[in-house]
């Protein structure tokens, strides 16, 4: 039996940050992650750029600048990264904060004891149970929030309307002229259209290639998944299928047949599959289309959401952006109704459909984990529910 202060489940923007903060307030803190290295979608699902790196946080800060440092920051909008030398510093990040990390180790129960919760993981060392006095859900799909006993709501009613899956990939070799990001549905036009194809099967119409900053190389976002449920695995599997059956065929075509892109080479699909949206918590607090539309403000803030409510169709191959008013993004909606010593965070917070489809960017997600961290440290040293933390006990 080993004791924590806090677990974090899933070492995503938001897992990550709650970990680094957490452990920066004295915490003994577990995060674990079923890949191989921390960052979920930033690292290991290829997405770049940092979308509303605004958000005036510690941990994002200091990111950007060991990022700009090193040369490994700038591109499109001047918010792109090299997602390798990301896994590195948030490494770093966690030694430093004295966060135990155990990577290959996946999520399988959870259950009610005193004073916290047992957590049970499963990795090389067997079926191991862990204890903690909070436990911090930030896995995407609340997965161990579901198992706590949490309830939950996706897509308006169902799965089939949440949004498009994609399989990020990544280029390189890739020309002249892709300096920064840039929408190449016109040059895969000319692909499809040179090689006899029809242009329906281009699966995305708003396709990019993002270059990672000072390399050759670029992520590219032109995969489209639809119908998929991400909460059945037999369904996710098929979904990744459909994805590199996408890119293989998208990646030959551009390269036979646009001669711009004659020298691309393939260098590898995204270890993570992009689900945009799976399981949103009900909370204390839902966020609602109506607060991202009159920009809702919030006394138990912990970030401003800046970006557009982006909506990859959940059919079709569009995408389509509205615009918003700077909104709060709460604490309640981060507290699980009926779970006491319990958070989630990022995508899966409480929130609509709508909503989360601007909140769900990554420099919302890590603003979210850097208060949620110092929310568990102040609820732990003060001895108080997590309903009963003050505003300024959130940063
Ligand atoms: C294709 C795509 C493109 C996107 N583009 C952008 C973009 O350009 N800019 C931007 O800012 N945002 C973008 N987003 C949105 C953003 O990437 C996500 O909403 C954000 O990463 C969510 O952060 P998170 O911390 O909630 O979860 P995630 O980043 O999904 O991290 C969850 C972590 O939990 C781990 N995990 C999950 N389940 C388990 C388990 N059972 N056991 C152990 N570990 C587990 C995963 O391995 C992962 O590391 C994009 C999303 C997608 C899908």
Known sequence: MRNYDVIVCGGGPSGVSAAISAGRKGMKVLLFDKMNSLGGMWTNGFVCPLFDVEQDTPIINELVDELKDS?????????SFNFEFMKYYLENKCIDAGVDILYDTVFSNISKID??????????????????????????????????????????????????????????????????????????????????????????????????????????????????????????TKAVIEGRRQIIEVFSTLKNYNPIFKDIEIISSAPLLGVRESRRIVGEYEITVQDAINGSKFADKTGECHFNMDVHDASGGDQH??????????????????????????????????????????????????????AAANAIIKNKSLRDITPDELH
């Open 71 to 79: 040369n490994n920051w700038g591109g499109f909008i001047g918010k």
């Open 321 to 374: 952006c509205t615009q918003i008013k700077r909104f709060d993004i709460p604490f309640r909606s981060f507290i699980p109704i009926g779970l006491e010593n319990f958070l989630v965070v990022g995508r899966c917070i409480s929130g609509d459909h709508k909503a989360m489809a601007a909140y769900r960017v990554t420099g919302d997600c890590s603003a979210m984990g850097d208060c949620a961290g110092n």
């Open 115 to 236: 004073g916290g919760w047992k957590v049970i993981l499963n990795n090389v060392d067997g079926i191991v149970d862990y204890n903690c006095k909070i436990c911090i859900d930030a896995t995407g799909d609340a997965v161990v929030a579901d198992k706590a006993g949490a309830k939950w709501n996706i897509g308006e009613t169902d799965y089939t309307q949440c949004q498009a899956m994609t399989l990020m990939f990544l280029i390189g070799n890739i020309p002249e002229g892709y300096t920064s990001m840039k929408n190449c549905y016109n040059e895969l036009v000319i692909a499809y259209e040179n090689a006899g194809m029809n242009i329906d099967k281009i699966p995305f119409k708003v396709p990019y290639i993002i270059r990672i900053p000072n390399t050759n190389f670029a992520v590219v976002q032109l995969t489209h998944m639809y119908g998929y449920n991400p909460l059945d695995a037999a369904s996710k």
